[in-house]
């Protein structure tokens, strides 16, 4: 099968590495080169580097829903596009023109987490498990009729970045599955059912921003969803310290936003409980541990933390 390949990240390498094994790969889509490091050089996105290693023509619009972009894609003559993480909206001159559709792998078991973070959300809501689901992609965000879904547990140690490459895999094999029995028409999508739709809206560099007035099991969760963007963070008189490990102590009271000095952690009291600091770093220094900055900033153990501004429930 002809395939046009749309995806960015990390997570959709996986998915363009299986595809390009099998199927005919024409062309790949990826968003333009951005700046990155303290250098801000241009860096190409993981997908571009990994067409590059494949031989594959690569397209970098800025946008594919304009007309030049869309005549370039098409130009390649797909039976079918592929869209994995590729962080932009698909118009309907698009959707519409390959025979076999747009085939979306997205991060969740939709409808639950629509959106441009469903593993985060996920992370942050408790949920006891996640997985992918392929899609024939409408012009609606995450909307379209379900092909297939795969379930996936969340663990405890589950942070952003390792669920998402557990999860990348997973939707790279499950589309492998998917494909043949499509083209096949032995599987029709189905439409999404109308209960349960959830949103997982895109996060900022705010969203890190450690609230004492939640709970300490959300910020513990917090910590792992954000791991490793955009990161957990408090902020004090001193600077912003950022939160690497953390875990919540239930049963605990104290002034939501003041340090206790426990052993063997430092702890931020909350509204419900410590959220112990296991691993934090400072500003332009090293990871250590709660103890260890504590030690080096005894005016640490007196601060008030208090909660950011404009602060909302992330769900």
Request: proline content about 11%; aromatic content about 4%.
């Amino acid at each position: 099968m002809r395939i046009v390949f749309l995806g960015s990240p990390d997570f959709a390498v996986p998915s363009l590495r299986l595809l390009a094994q099998v199927h005919e790969v024409a062309a790949v889509v990826t968003q333009p080169d951005r700046p990155a490091g303290r250098g801000r050089r241009l860096q190409a996105s993981p997908v571009r580097q990994a067409a590059a290693s494949l031989s594959i023509p690569t397209l970098q619009p800025t946008r594919v829903s304009e007309p030049v972009a869309t005549a370039a894609i098409l130009a390649f003559a797909p039976e079918a596009i592929v869209v994995v993480a590729f962080g932009q909206i698909l118009r309907p001159p698009l959707l519409e023109a390959p025979p076999l559709g747009c085939l979306n792998v997205h991060a969740s078991l939709l409808p639950r987490w629509r959106g441009a973070s469903p593993i985060q959300h996920a992370i942050l809501a408790g949920d006891a498990e996640t997985g992918v689901t392929i899609m024939r992609m409408d012009a609606g965000l995450d909307s379209g009729p379900i092909l297939t879904q795969r379930a996936h547990p969340i663990r405890p140690e589950h942070t952003g970045g390792s669920l998402s490459a557990e999860l990348s895999r997973l939707g790279a094999e499950l589309l492998l599955e998917t494909l043949p029995q499509y083209v096949e028409g032995e599987l029709l999508p189905r439409p999404q059912p109308l209960e349960g739709v959830t949103m997982a809206p895109r996060l900022t560099r705010a969203d890190g921003i450690l609230d004492p007035m939640r709970p300490a099991a959300d910020l513990a969760r917090c910590v792992r969803a954000f791991d490793p963007w955009p990161g957990t963070r408090l902020v004090w008189p001193e600077g912003s310290l950022a939160i690497l490990r953390a875990q919540a102590i239930q049963g605990q009271t104290g002034v939501p936003g003041t340090i206790i000095g426990r052993d063997p952690s430092p702890a931020l009291a909350t509204t419900d409980g410590h959220l112990l600091l296991d691993q934090v770093k400072p500003p332009g220094g090293r990871a250590m541990t709660g103890a260890e900055y504590l030690a080096g900033h005894p005016a640490f153990r007196t601060v008030h933390i208090k909660p950011p501004a404009g602060a909302t429930e992330l769900h």
